[in-house]
């Protein structure tokens, strides 16, 4: 079901933008390899897009002094500290960005929706489905613009599918398998990081990887009605890491001290979408083989087609037609794609995961500016959360479960 929204920004908050000069300050909240990627994103952004304003990274909050100190020398920053609440206060800053571990995204997106700032948010966004209801309430309440990074919908092969389903030369939708398989916690000596503890990340997989493949359901099939789901944890000890070098990608030694994994490494689920189609959402970390696997296969009556981030520049598509040859045909990214000519021009030129963070950052801005909903947003990250928690409820009642709206009034 489709929500009516509030206007989206503050009347005095648009009239500043309005007013403002070209720049418009980011404060980016959490500055790992995440919060890097999203503040070259918004330093390319005026290279590759034509646009009325011009971001630019006036402040970075984080509790590491090293990565400070990298966002001050590497990125040339002139603003750095570890309270994140001087950020979201200052005045230089217009926007929000945060990229801080999922444990503390609450907080700070209500603090700064609060203040009448847009936010743009790391998926999941909340740690756990009743915090990201929370979230999208106080954003909601305070009329601001949100943003969710379900990065993956701006690659414009993926775009380019959800225009054939749009435009019905897919013809209606019957099958749908999602997945999300990654490598990243198949060495059994990859240190217990924050991402393996629930106190810290939430769930594990479920919000790391899977909310990205619901996410991608969601713009490529639809609303899910119900689902079965399963649940294991492969890896259940892992080194602790040594705090000098603590890193998502870190690798212990056989005699260091190990700690328990407190969250789940692999979901599988059957799923019903409202529109009758049917369908299997995967997520795991800790297999051997698929490295970055983010990828759709899509069925339809008139056609067909499938997505691998790894192979993000191709798409197999086919399309019924009893003059043509049957089966596949491959299809190579170009500019006549959505916004790959902004990188590069021709056909078969590729781009690559920072351009689809670029991308991500120049429609949210754009949708600030212009003062309009932005998707994904938070209300797309809750609708995500909804089918998260009755997986949840699944693999706990270990049955089929109807997925229940978390939006409250």
Not at 101 to 110: F, G, K, M, V
Not at 345 to 371: C, H, M, Q, R, W
Request: hydrophobic residues 35%; glycine residues 10%.
């Amino acid at each position: 079901m489709r929500r009516a929204w509030p206007p989206i920004c503050t009347t005095a908050f648009h009239t500043s933008l309005q007013e403002m000069t070209a720049r418009l300050g980011i404060g980016v909240i959490g500055f790992g390899w995440m919060g890097q990627t999203h503040a070259r994103s918004y330093r390319v952004l005026p290279t590759r897009f034509d646009t009325a304003f011009t971001p630019e990274v006036v402040m970075v909050a984080d509790t590491d002094q090293a990565r400070l100190d990298h966002a001050e020398s590497r990125f040339g920053v002139d603003r750095v500290t570890t309270d994140w609440r001087r950020l979201v206060s200052d005045p230089a800053v217009d926007v929000v960005d945060i990229a801080a571990p999922t444990a503390r995204h609450r907080e700070i997106a209500e603090v700064a929706a609060s203040l009448g700032k847009p936010v743009f948010c790391e998926k999941p966004v909340g740690i756990d489905p009743a915090a990201t209801a929370a979230i999208e309430k106080a954003a909601r309440k305070a009329g601001v613009v949100t943003g969710a990074g379900f990065n993956y919908r701006w690659a414009p092969l993926v775009q380019h599918t959800r225009g054939l389903i749009d435009t019905g030369r897919l013809g209606d939708l019957t099958h749908y398998r999602g997945r999300f398989f990654s490598m990243y916690g198949s060495d059994r000596m990859g240190t217990l990081s924050w991402r393996y503890l629930e106190s810290e990340a939430g769930y594990g997989v479920l919000t790391d990887l899977m909310s990205h493949a619901i996410d991608m359901a969601h713009y490529l099939g639809g609303p899910i009605r119900r689902l079965v789901a399963t649940r294991n944890t492969f890896v259940t000890e892992r080194p602790l890491p040594r705090p000098d070098t603590e890193s998502h990608y870190q690798r212990g030694r056989p005699e260091d001290p190990t700690g328990e994994v407190t969250n789940e490494d692999y979901i599988g689920a059957l799923v019903e979408f409202e529109s009758g189609a049917r369908g299997t959402l995967e997520a795991d970390r800790s297999m051997v083989g698929p490295q970055s696997q983010m990828a759709f296969e899509v069925n339809g009556t008139k056609g067909a087609a499938s997505w691998d981030h790894e192979k993000l520049n191709q798409l197999r598509l086919y399309l019924a037609d009893r003059k043509a040859p049957s089966g596949y045909k491959e299809l190579l990214s170009g500019d006549e794609y959505p916004h790959h000519g902004a990188f590069v021009p021709g056909g078969g030129n590729s781009i690559g995961f920072d351009d689809l963070k670029t991308i991500e950052a120049y429609e949210f801005l754009t949708s600030v500016v212009d003062d309009r909903r932005f998707r994904p947003d938070f209300g797309d990250a809750l609708a995500v959360a909804s089918v998260a928690d009755t997986m949840v409820r699944s693999w706990d009642s270990e049955r089929w479960e109807d997925v229940r709206d978390l939006h409250t009034p």
